[in-house]
């Protein structure tokens, strides 16, 4: 599985929702100290925040990629 932000060009990198999550943990300096787990949390309350209130799942990567694509941050490519 690959992920795209709709409206890039590039996938991002990682072949799964594990994956995917440590690339963007290790992309931020913002959270940088934190685990895969608290920095799904943070990001979840950021994106409350900014979606209008959509509620994204963190008790484990899969299920929190899954809610970012249901709720169109992510498109999942073949």
Do not use: K
Not at 29 to 44: P, V
Not at 60 to 76: E, H, I, K, S
Request: charged fraction near 15%.
């Amino acid at each position: 599985m690959r992920y795209l932000i709709p409206g890039c060009t590039q996938p991002l990198p990682g072949d799964s929702p594990r994956d995917l999550v440590y690339y963007m943990l290790g992309n931020t300096t913002t959270f940088m100290q934190y685990s895969a787990e608290t920095y799904m949390r943070h990001f979840a309350m950021t994106f409350y925040d900014v979606s209008g209130g959509q509620l994204l799942t963190t008790s484990n990567p899969d299920d929190f990629v899954a809610d970012l694509v249901a709720y169109g941050w992510l498109t999942q490519l073949p």
